[in-house]
């Protein structure tokens, strides 16, 4: 069933364990989303990028995850990853997307706030949930690219602030993970997570998830954080997929190259969500 991105995110918070939440572009990997939520039982949150939307088109992912999301045994959540535009975020609101990310981590902080606040006055009077980001992540995520030296730390005074003014259902931080595959092995500022989880009685979203080794994903897990974006990692078991049986000029039957890159994608969602904790939780 379909449900608001606020009504898995306050259980996770409750429960004290994560959700994922995993790009979707196209159908194999809806699919294998749901199909991995299913077999283990986790409540999940299907999300699509700006570069996401202009690939498939608003109307198509629409129709694809409403479709999907009431098929399925679990709970679903239709959500906007980095909304960057009134035309996106408006058009999502309109198109049965339950919740949506506001992206204004570029601008300063009253900016920032005062848009925000803007975003969630409609959102909530449509009854979708809303996101915000406070911070800025290093790397790549479809088309926004932020360079290292201009990545920061959220910090927890100003994501008290942030909250207060804006009103957002949950909130993404910047601890050390970044957009994108990693070169060395990422550190986590864990003491920074418990010290806003500690002023923030809300869910806590982490982005740039991809490549974080287990221990981390499980250690940030118990300090509180319940949304962690998963991209890059469908993505390499996509082509992983792919490579496994294009391995000569026979090979050139779009099911017979794409259903083994769905099957892929379905393996490594479940890995993630058994590590996230959601599993079982539908
Ligand atoms: C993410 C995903 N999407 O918003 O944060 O990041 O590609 O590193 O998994 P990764
Ligand atoms: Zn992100
Ligand atoms: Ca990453």
Redesign the pocket.
Same mark, same amino acid.
């Given at each position: 069933m379909l449900v608001t991105g606020k009504e898995i995110l306050d259980n996770a918070h409750k429960g004290n364990y994560a959700v994922g939440a995993f790009?979707v572009n196209n159908m194999e990997i809806l699919q294998a989303v749901i199909a991995a939520a299913e077999e283990t039982k986790s409540p999940v949150i299907v999300?699509t990028?700006e570069g996401a939307i202009s690939y498939a088109g608003m109307d198509y992912l629409a129709t694809m995850v409403r479709l999907a999301a009431e098929k399925a045994s679990v709970p679903v959540a239709l959500h906007l990853?980095?909304g960057t535009t009134y035309e996106t975020i408006i058009g999502c609101i309109r198109n049965g997307w339950t919740s949506v990310m506001f992206d204004g981590s570029h601008h300063p902080l009253d900016e920032n706030i005062a848009a925000t606040k803007e975003i969630v006055k409609i959102a909530h009077a449509c009854g979708v949930s809303v996101e915000a980001e406070l911070g800025r992540?290093g +790397?790549i995520?479809d088309n926004i690219s932020v360079d290292e030296k201009d990545a920061r730390l959220t910090s927890p005074e100003e994501a008290v602030k942030f909250v207060q003014g804006t009103g957002v259902d949950y909130l993404a931080i910047a601890i050390g993970?970044?957009?994108?595959k990693y070169k060395g092995e990422p550190k986590l500022d864990f003491e920074r997570l418990q010290t806003i989880k500690g002023l923030l009685d809300m869910p806590i979203v982490l982005?740039?998830?991809? +490549?974080v080794p287990e221990d981390s994903i499980i250690k940030a897990t118990k300090l509180g954080i319940n949304k962690i974006?998963?991209?890059?990692?469908i993505r390499v078991a996509f082509t992983e997929g792919v490579k496994s049986v294009v391995t000569t000029s026979d090979v050139y039957d779009p099911r017979k190259i794409c259903g083994p890159a769905r099957e892929a994608m379905k393996k490594v969602v479940m890995e993630k969500m058994n590590m996230f904790g959601c599993a079982g939780k539908a």
């Open positions: 790009n999300q990028s990853d980095h992540l +790397g995520e993970t970044a957009h994108g982005h740039g998830a991809s +490549g974006n998963i991209d890059t990692d």
